[in-house]
Every structure is written in structure tokens, then in C-alpha cells.
């Protein structure tokens, strides 16, 4: 019996994923470090932040310590910010599913980005109080594929809600890249995957895959989850 839903964030409620690039390249460039899209979307969608950056340093093969990497991300963070003041658009059916699941089951968002990242995005989406779980880059020393963020959010699902006895394979989360995939599936958790950044057959090891989450109910989730 399903118990509660998991969402990623950057790729499955937004497509963020082009305007962490641009922030990404805003910063990397000057530096002599810039990456293509293409490279973008086959070594570093999945990382976190600070991953995404050691990735950048190690591929021209140069150091980068703890306090060059912590102002990385922070500049990195201001200039999304900026990109994301134009403002973000949904996937197609998403807010309108997370709002029916919402109060039925148990919700958490885990993903990669910063809260910083997210909060502003959710607020504009009218999503604020959606989740009742959140697990984000901060809280985890690695990020995905390492299962820890997906452990981590099913740990605080359980404690928020003891009478539902909560255990990863009742729940399901929706994902879109390997890692994610990898991360869930790592963690004990089934995966739905949606082909919002890869194509379908880049997404084995998730139980179902579609093309997108619109026009998909809390019945549908409950059936695939059996």
C-alpha cells in the first residue's frame, strides 16, 4: 500500500535545469572551466552544486579547496537567483498533481538543489506548504546517486507520521535522470520516471516510465505502486 510520494525538484516540478546551466556558465567561465549544454546534460545534471563544481575542477584537472568551493556556490546561488526573478513555468499537470496529493498521503521533495534555490520557485508556484517533508543540498554530504538524500527524507516521513509506518518500498518517487534514479532506487525506494531530461531509455531501473505527470491522479500513483 502506497504510503508517500517523494518528488524530485529540478527537472520534474520545474525545468530549472537550463537556468542552473547559465548560472553554472556565468561562473565557470571567466575561469576558463565552461561546459556546453550537451556536456551539461551527460556529466553534471544530477549533481549538486558543490559536486557539480569539484567535477568542473577535476575534468582541467585543478584544485579546488573547501573555501574556494564554498564562494562558488554562493555566487553560483546569486546568480540563479537573478535568472529565476523572470520568473519559472511548471511542467505541464504537476502543481495540479502535487495539490491533489496533498492531505491524501505524505509529501516530500528531495533534490539536489539549495533551498535557497527552491523556496522562491515553490512560493511562485503557490506550492509553500505543499511539502511536508524537505531534504535538500545542505543536509547531505552526498548527493545523488549516493542514496543518503532519499534515506534521509523517508527518515523524516516516518517520524512525522509514526501511525503510518512508513518504509521506503511503500514509497514512490518521481524522478528524471539516472542519478536520481540510482539515488531512489538505492535508498529502497520504487521510482516512477518522467522523460522530462532523458529519453526513456536512459531511465531503466524505475518501475514506470512516462512522458509527462499530466492528467495523472493519486489513483494512478496507488496502482503502480502494487
Excluded at 34 to 41: A, I, L, Q
Excluded at 52 to 81: C, M, P, S, W, Y
Amino acid at each position: 500500500m502506497l504510503s508517500a510520494v517523494i518528488f524530485d525538484f529540478d527537472g520534474i516540478i520545474v525545468d530549472t535545469e537550463p537556468l542552473h546551466h547559465r548560472a553554472f556558465q556565468e561562473i565557470l567561465e571567466p575561469l576558463g572551466l565552461g561546459y556546453s549544454w550537451e556536456e551539461y546534460v551527460n556529466l553534471y545534471m544530477g549533481f549538486d552544486d558543490r559536486d557539480a563544481f569539484r567535477e568542473a575542477f577535476r575534468v582541467h584537472g585543478r584544485t579546488l579547496n573547501d573555501h574556494d568551493l564554498e564562494l562558488l556556490i554562493e555566487r553560483k546561488a546569486a546568480a540563479f537567483q537573478e535568472i529565476i526573478s523572470r520568473g519559472v513555468v511548471p511542467y505541464p499537470g504537476v502543481a495540479e498533481l502535487i495539490e491533489a496529493i496533498t492531505g491524501s498521503l505524505p509529501l516530500a521533495l528531495c533534490s539536489g538543489a539549495l533551498r535557497s534555490d527552491i523556496l522562491p520557485i515553490l512560493s511562485g508556484l503557490g506550492l509553500s506548504n505543499a511539502f511536508d517533508v524537505m531534504v535538500t543540498a545542505e543536509e547531505v554530504s552526498a548527493s545523488k546517486p549516493d542514496p543518503a538524500s532519499y534515506a534521509l527524507a523517508v527518515e523524516r516521513l516516518a517520524a512525522a507520521f509514526p501511525e503510518r509506518r512508513i518504509a521506503p518500498g511503500f514509497c514512490i518517487a518521481i524522478e528524471d535522470t539516472p542519478a536520481g534514479i540510482a539515488s531512489a532506487t538505492g535508498a529502497g525506494i520504487p521510482v516512477i520516471a518522467v522523460t522530462n531530461s532523458y529519453p526513456a531509455g536512459k531511465l531503466s531501473g524505475a518501475v514506470k516510465i512516462v512522458d509527462s505527470l499530466a492528467g495523472l491522479t493519486l489513483t494512478d500513483f496507488e496502482n503502480m505502486a502494487r
